[in-house]
Structure formats: C-alpha cells, structure tokens
C-alpha cells in the first residue's frame, strides 16, 4: 500500500528557529513528490516540486531534499516567522502505475511563536 | 493568470439536494483532479480528468458522485442525494499534463449538508 506519513503531527517553535519537517512514503518507486502549505480555511499554496532524479530543492528560505532509497523527504525552514505558521503538507506522485494523483500526508501543523 | 478558481466557495445544501462544484484549471491546463479533505483528516484523491475524458475515478464513491470535464466550460463535481457524511472541503488541482508537472490548487469548496 502507497502511504505518506509526516512526523511531528504538530510542532511550536520560537521565532528565527531553524526547522525541519519529516515526510516518509512506503514505496521507492516514486514520479516526484511536492511540499504544500495550507492555511487555516484555505486552500493549498505549492512551495517546492522534487523530481525523483532530484536531491533537493530551494525557494528562498525553504529547502526541499529527497532521498528515494531511504523513503524519505524532509522540508528544511531557516529562521522562522510567524507567519510561516500553517499546515505544511508533503504528496507523492508514485509514479505511471498510480496514474498521475497525489497521495497526501496528514500534514505537521507548525506554530511559530513571536 | 487567474489560478485554479473554484465556486462556489461555500456550499450549503440540505440532505437529499444536490451539490454541483466548478472548477475552472489555470489557463493552459488540460488536467484537472478532485480531492476532499474531511474534517479533521487529510486530503483524498477522488477522480482525475483531462478534456472530455475521466482517467482515473479510483477515489471516487461509486453512487452519487460524478465528474465532468467538458470541452468547454469548467469542471464540474456532482453530489446527488447529499449526506451529512458529505460534507468536507472539496479542492481542484491543475496540472499543464500529467505525471511531471507541478499541481496547483484551488481554494476549495466547502460544502455543508444540514
């Protein structure tokens, strides 16, 4: 079975924190995987897309890696702000057999205090 | 470019109507996918389209629910017969094509069936 699984479920931190966020998926064999954020109420707004031949990603102070053997991705945040506060949401794309959906975890819901 | 829109932006409609949701991709986008978000759980694939066509409604409940994406005009999900259980946050993603392509979402519909 194709699952995401993101650790901590929740997380608070102080401001100008370094942080990283956890995503784990079940089966190698993935197309790409993308990080979201998700405000309360709102919908989801597309922060990196990792490619399966990819390392890592960056945008601005937000830096996406992927290692594919070890099932895992992790979304690292530089000095944090309080209005990086939101859900952050990892999806994998697993790739021709899945068809061409998303697979989603349940997200870290990440709390950053002034 | 406008992004994915969807409306309505809130859906109330009593046990039994039905529910209709649009979803118009981002201008050049022909594949358009649904997915809801029940409260308190993460977001589920529910059906992926590109015009004309539906390719994968795996997600999708077999009774009630439909989904169109005709040549012209939005993508359309239908609930008959709306159920309690039915309401949740229903967001459309685009993609330019398939499997590479990054997925851009709406901000969602959120029905509620009273």
Redesign the interface.
Known sequence: KQEVTQIPAALSVPEGENLVLNCSFTDSAI??L?W?RQDP??????LL?I?SSQREQTSGRLNASLDKSSGRSTLYIAASQPGDSATY?C?V?Y??TS?????????TQLTVNP | NAGVM?NPRHLVRRRGQEARLRCSPMKGHS?V?W?RQLPE?????MV?LQKENI??E??MPKERFSAEFPKEGPSILRIQQVVRGDSAAY?C?S?LT???N???????T?LTVV
């Open positions: 197309y790409n993308q979201f109420g709102k919908g989801l707004t597309s897309l490619q949401l999806a794309r790739g021709e068809g061409s959906r998303l697979t989603f975890g349940e997200g | 969807q594949h996918y997915y759980e993460g977001l589920k694939f992926y390719i994968d795996s997600g967001f993603a993609s398939g499997l590479g990054e997925a851009f979402f709406g901000q969602g959120r």
